[in-house]
Structure formats: C-alpha cells, structure tokens
C-alpha cells in the first residue's frame, strides 16, 4: 500500500539538474510508487547564477509535464515547490510571495552554500516564520558546517526550522562524511522528515537501500515518522511530534 510522501524531488522535465526528459521524469515517478510514495512533491531548483527559474518559469515547466502524467494513474500524485537556494534574492521573493512554498504555503525548502550557513540565518528563519512560512533545511548532512558543529543544526531546529533527510547519504551516494553525518544527525533525532531528492530513475534504487538502513536500525515506526507522519506534518506548518 502506497502510503509514503517524498517532499524533494527532480522529476520535472528540462528545467534543472533534474530529468532531462518526461519520460526520465515519468519513469523516476513510477520508481517511487513501485517503493510506496502516494505524493511526490516536486522541487525543481531556484537559484540565480546557476539556475535562473522564477515561480512562473517552475509553474511553467510543472504544467508541461502534465500531458505525460494524465494517462498515467498508476503514478504518484504530484504537487508543486521548489528547492529554493537561500540567497538575498531567493529570500525576498519568499517573503514578497514569488517563491514556491510547499503545497498550503505554511512551509518552504531551503538550500543553503555548502561549506557554511550565512551568518544571518536565525534573522531570517525567524522572518519567515513570523510571515507563516516554517523553513525545511535540505540535506543538512551535505553542509560541511555541521560535519563540525552538528549543534548548529541543533540551535535552529530550537528556534522552529525542520530538516530534511536526504535517506541516499545514509548508503554513501555523496561520501562518507555526508553519510557519518546523516547518521549522528539521526542519533541525535534532529531529522523531521527524509526525501528521495532523486534527479534520475536510478536514484531510486539508493533511497530504496537507505530506507532498508532505517528500518534495520531504528525499525518500521522510525520509516513511519520520516516518510509519513513528518512530511504530513510540514506541509501542515508544524513540526511533527
């Protein structure tokens, strides 16, 4: 039974890193239902100088996958967002509302520069939580600042942001720091949800093997948490209990 719910994923078509074709992105959504997803929250990429997509542009490309999803429905159901980078930029058009919330608009995902977060942030998160907007931290193992400091997390999931798991780091696809990473963040039950960020059908196959490592270690009501009862949460506003 299909009941698992992926907040950050690539499936739409030619407009980032992501799919470089429906059907990539058709076959990545069947990929994810055939390991339980019933919802897949599309997340395409929002990041001046690299990928230069505005909310129409995403809305835009979003639409265009449509015809290659009708027939089809057998797949996932599919929503909208996008992996907003958290620039000055990035950051005014979530607080103007040219961004791309999580579907409800009571929460928005956020990539931050690999080495480190902006010495602002606390400012900022709690801008946007006080405009009704929670943020979700992607891939928090991926930041080198808390392959040192994991209590930097710690001090912003205090002040109300979430982090999102990408469950791939727990089987190496990104190195073996990402991975010791993901798993003392888990120790430390600092994750409130995990995604596929899957950008190809293959990807898949990684999120199936890091989903196996949860459940062997923390069992079936932890798989419950991170892919069901988290992501339901935040795209509700509120950090999941």
């Not at 059907?23 to 990429?45: I, S």
Request: aromatic share 8%.
């Amino acid at each position: 039974m299909r009941r698992f719910v992926d907040l950050h994923c690539h499936f739409v078509a030619g407009i980032d890193d992501g799919a470089p074709s429906p059907a990539e992105g058709v076959a990545m959504l069947e990929a994810l239902g055939a390991l339980g997803f019933e919802h897949v929250v599309a997340t395409p990429h929002m990041r001046p100088g690299m990928f230069e997509n505005t909310r129409i542009d995403l809305e835009r490309a979003f639409a265009a996958m449509g015809p290659h999803l009708a027939a089809r429905p057998d797949l996932p159901r599919v929503s909208l967002s996008s992996e907003h980078y958290f620039d000055a930029i990035v950051f005014s058009r979530l607080l103007d509302g040219s961004g791309l919330p999580y579907p409800g608009g009571r929460a928005a995902l956020l990539e931050f520069y690999e080495i480190d977060f902006p010495p602002t942030i606390e400012h900022r998160f709690f801008d946007l939580l006080r405009n009704g907007i929670r943020p979700v931290i992607a891939h928090p193992e991926r930041y080198r600042i808390l392959w040192r400091e994991p209590e930097r997390l710690e001090r912003l999931v205090e002040k109300g942001a979430a982090a999102l798991l990408d469950t791939a780091a727990l089987v190496g696809k990104y190195g073996r720091k990402p991975q010791s990473c993901a798993e003392h963040l888990l120790e430390l039950e600092l994750y409130h949800a995990a995604c596929s960020d899957a950008h190809r059908a293959a990807d898949v196959g990684e999120v199936a093997a890091g989903m196996r490592a949860i459940q062997k270690r923390y069992g079936a009501d932890e798989i419950e948490f991170l892919f069901c009862d988290g992501p339901r949460a935040l795209l509700e506003g509120h950090l999941p209990e």
